[in-house]
């Protein structure tokens, strides 16, 4: 509904003439304080029934007259402790219409905070749902990056287990057992190695786990000299390993029990498989 259509309701006369509820009233002092027109409407309403009264005034009985000047000549004469009792009389006959227009003022201040305590909710509602979003990206950002690595590890796991199944169906792998020493007869390991790509895949088959300050370290003997491969950890009794040797001509394959790190000469009195290839 436009402001005119609004006028045209007749609710500002009833506004002027007290006849309308406490949400209408409210209402017409809101929106006089936001559209001008409707507060010119209100003035001219005013000034229009005020004319009316004047026009149609009826002139009271004389001695009811005369009855209301001897009242007020009475009260006017009584004194309290001393001091004169004083009638003050206001013959403002715009009287309603600044009480009106005060109103308007203190509904249009209620309106003012009303709207600013709206604002402020507003702000704190964008602000949580502000909060919410940022949750909800972070929150889908570690699932991708969860995702992502472990999409990286089954890449991982995929690409050695291509590399093991190429070394293995490849012809020029040899297969070499590496036995137990006379003090460990019954330690096992398998090396497949690959002298053409310089490459070798370790198989565990049965070491015991060593203690938790030593690792196992693989070696590969080059004219009779030993080459360091790396060390690797026993967290289970089933272990593989690709390894990458950069030598020719390997004779042999062993591993050691050392310190953990590893050692640049193998420890002999920890020698715990061998195999020739």
Same mark, same amino acid.
């Given at each position: @509904? *436009? ?38 409407? =209100?003035? +001219? ?35 309290? *402790? ?9 013959? %403002? ?60 590890? @089954? +890449? ?9 199944? *190429?070394? =293995? ?12 020493? %006379? ?14 790509? %310089? ?5 565990? *088959? ?21 080459? %360091? ?27 050691? @029990? ?9 420890? =002999? ?9």
């Amino acid at each position: @509904m *436009n402001t005119k259509d609004y006028i045209a309701t007749g609710i500002i006369d009833s506004y002027v003439l007290g006849s309308v509820n406490e949400q209408e009233r409210r209402e017409v002092e809101c929106l006089s304080h936001i559209y001008p027109e409707i507060l010119e409407e =209100l003035k +001219l309403s005013q000034q229009s029934i005020e004319k009316f009264a004047f026009n149609e005034a009826v002139e009271p009985p004389k001695e009811l007259k005369a009855k209301i000047f001897a009242a007020i000549k009475n009260e006017s004469s009584q004194t309290t *402790n001393g001091v004169a009792k004083k009638i003050e009389l206001h013959a %403002d006959k715009n009287n309603n219409a600044g009480n009106g227009f005060k109103w308007i003022s203190l509904l249009a201040a209620a309106c003012l905070l009303g709207a600013v305590a709206f604002i402020y909710k507003l702000n704190q509602d964008n602000n949580h749902l502000e909060q919410k979003i940022a949750k909800v990206e972070q929150d889908g950002i570690s699932k991708v990056d969860e995702q992502k690595i472990a999409g990286d590890k @089954m +890449l991982v796991a995929l690409n050695e287990t291509t590399e093991e199944k *190429n070394i =293995l169906l490849n012809q020029n792998t040899q297969k070499i057992m590496l036995k137990g020493t %006379d003090k460990n007869p019954e330690n096992l390991a398998t090396i497949f190695y690959n002298p053409q790509e %310089d490459k070798a895949m370790l198989m565990v *088959n049965n070491l015991p786990i060593p203690p938790s300050d030593h690792q196992y370290q693989l070696w590969a003997i080059v004219d009779g000299k030993p080459l %360091d491969l790396g060390v690797f950890d026993m967290k289970s009794s089933d272990v593989k390993a690709m390894v990458k040797i950069n030598a020719s001509k390997v004779q042999a394959f062993a591993i050691t @029990m050392e310190t953990l790190g590893g050692n640049p000469t193998p420890n =002999l009195e920890q020698l715990k498989v061998i195999g020739n290839v």
